[in-house]
Each structure stands twice: as structure tokens, then as C-alpha cells.
């Protein structure tokens, strides 16, 4: 190892297949002062599991603030400390941000340890081809914060990224059939790297049914990703579907407007029920 003492190192640990440490992971463990873990009973089992001792003390999100005045001063005193979580990359939806900062502010190096995360391993099977995605993490529990956070994102032209946990995926997944166009595409990930691995596409339409078709189908871990709206319409499209949307509006139901006006124009039916929601949006501003 590099002679960085009084170092930080964030250490990505497996989401699931202990086997996925990386060397460089394994090295760097085996060798700190101190592992400063979110629940030292998981991490325990993980070293148990490669031979390492090492002093483990808690870091999770209650006591991230007061743990890290410690941490630092273990630094002082030239440890080398390293941060894990129970599965994957610290601070992506786990704690660790206000550790690194603290540490960061009081002038001692973070090296990041880079490894397993769901949010990339799910990416790199969903055949997603979106340049850009948008990650949401957990969205909210309450039925009404989740609406606003999904109306946020629908219209923007990116692949949305979602963590969930077993006991919400059907309220969730039927969330984001009602908030976003049901016919995007979505790419289900359930526990990555592990026995019961399960990748599943589908549109949002189909994807409840899915679910509930198997009740193990709703156990586990899960990473969510809805591909992006349909491309988006060039200026000269949008002025005609603008034209043929509007009086069907001012008639009939979105719903119902849309599928006539996908009928006439031959254009994505995404496209144009996302017009057909700015539209209405404006009109109901406006009125
Ligand atoms: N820091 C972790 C990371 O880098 O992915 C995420 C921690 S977050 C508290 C836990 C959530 O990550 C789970 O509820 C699930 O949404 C996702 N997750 C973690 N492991 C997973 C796995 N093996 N398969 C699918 N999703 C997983």
C-alpha cells in the first residue's frame, strides 16, 4: 500500500456476491486501523468471510455527524481509516457524504475504493441506450410526495433510476404507471449477483401484472429503470402535432384525443401524449 496515512478510504464492498470485493478492496481493508462500517455486525461477516481483523466501529445515518468528530481524530492521530456500507458504494443512498466532508474540511485525503453498485449493475444489463439518466434513489413514501417527485421528471428526455425495497415495489411500480406514459419501457432488477437473480422488461402497463403474477417476483432488492420519453418531436413536428391536438382536447379526453391523433399523424404515441400533456397543463394554467 502507498504510504497515505491519515487517509480516508471509501470502499465499495458487494451488493450481494461476496466474491465481487475488488483486489484493491481486499488490500486496503486488510491493512487500516480502522473500519468505520453503517452495521459492524453485515461488514463483520464480510471480513470474517476473507480472514480480516480489523477494529470496526458504527457509522450509519444517526450518528454520522458526532462519529465523524472520532474519525478525524483517529486521522490526527495517523490512522488509516476506511468507510464501508452494508452493500455497495458508500453515500449512494447510504451514508457517508457528511463523513467525507468533515474529513475533506479538516484537511485530510479521501481515496475512493471504487466498486459494486446497484444503480451500475443494473444499467449494464437493461440494454437501456440512453445517454443520460436521472437517478431518484428511494422516492418518497407518501403516496402524494411520490406524485410531485415522478411529475418533476416525466417530461424530461432521460432513463430514470430508482431504488426500492420489497415491501413498496407494487405501490411503487404502480406509481410510475400513473404518473409517467404507461407504454415506456421498463427494466425491472432484482437481486443483482445473487441465487435469485431476475431481469425482466417490459412497458409500465404490463409491468404490475408482472408482479403480482408471482408473489416471489416482489421479494428482494430491486433497482427500477424506465427508459426515456420518446424522442423528442423537432420544432416543425411540434407545430403540427400542436394543431391536431388542441381541438381534440378542447372535445375529448386525453386519453382518448391522443389515440386519434396518433391515428391521423402516424406519430410515436409517446410523443404525442406528452404534447398532449403540456398542452392541457397550459390550457388549465391559463383558464
Ligand atoms: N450503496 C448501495 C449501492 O451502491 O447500490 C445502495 C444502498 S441502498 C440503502 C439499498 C438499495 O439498493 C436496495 O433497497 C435496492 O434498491 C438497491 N440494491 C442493493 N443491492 C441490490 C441488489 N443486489 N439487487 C438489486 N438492488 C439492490
Redesign the pocket.
Known amino acids: 500500500m502507498p504510504a497515505l496515512d491519515r487517509t480516508l478510504y471509501v470502499v ?1 464492498t458487494p ?3 461476496l466474491r465481487d470485493l475488488s483486489l484493491r478492496a481486499l488490500d486496503m481493508l486488510g491493512q487500516v486501523d480502522v473500519i468505520a462500517a ?1 452495521d459492524t455486525r453485515v461488514s463483520a461477516g464480510l471480513l470474517a468471510h476473507y480472514g480480516i481483523r480489523a477494529r470496526l466501529v458504527s457509522l450509519h445515518e444517526h450518528n454520522e455527524h458526532k462519529r465523524a468528530a472520532a474519525i478525524i481524530e483517529s486521522l490526527a492521530a495517523g490512522k488509516r481509516v476506511a468507510l464501508v ?10 451514508p ?1 457524504a457528511a463523513l467525507v466532508r468533515a474529513v475533506s474540511a479538516a484537511g485530510y485525503a479521501i481515496v475512493p475504493i471504487p466498486g ?7 444499467l449494464s444489463a437493461a440494454g437501456i441506450a440512453a445517454p443520460q439518466w436521472l437517478f431518484l ?2 422516492l418518497p413514501a407518501s403516496a402524494t410526495a411520490r406524485r410531485a417527485a415522478l411529475e418533476r421528471v416525466n417530461a424530461l428526455p432521460y432513463a430514470l433510476v ?4 420489497p415491501h413498496r415495489i407494487a405501490a411503487t411500480v404502480a406509481a410510475l404507471t400513473a404518473a409517467l406514459d404507461p407504454q415506456r419501457e421498463i427494466f425491472i ?6 441465487r435469485f ?1 431476475t431481469l425482466h422488461r417490459s412497458s409500465l402497463a404490463d409491468a404490475s401484472a408482472w408482479l403480482a403474477a408471482d408473489a416471489d417476483r416482489m421479494r ?5 429503470i424506465v427508459a426515456p420519453p420518446g424522442n423528442t418531436a423537432t420544432e416543425d413536428d411540434a407545430g403540427e402535432h400542436d394543431a391536431l391536438l388542441k381541438p381534440l382536447l378542447a372535445e375529448l379526453p386525453l386519453a382518448q384525443a391522443v389515440r386519434i391523433a396518433v391515428a391521423q399523424s402516424g406519430a410515436p404515441r409517446n410523443r404525442l401524449y406528452q404534447r398532449a400533456l403540456a398542452l392541457q397543463k397550459t390550457v388549465k394554467a391559463t383558464s
Open positions: 465499495a451488493i450481494g456476491n453503517e456500507t452494508d452493500a455497495g458504494t458508500p453515500a449512494i443512498s447510504d457517508g459494486p453498485s446497484a444503480v451500475t449493475t443494473a434513489g428511494f430508482l431504488y426500492e425495497a432488477a432484482r437481486e443483482l449477483t445473487k437473480e428482494g432488492e430491486f433497482v427500477l
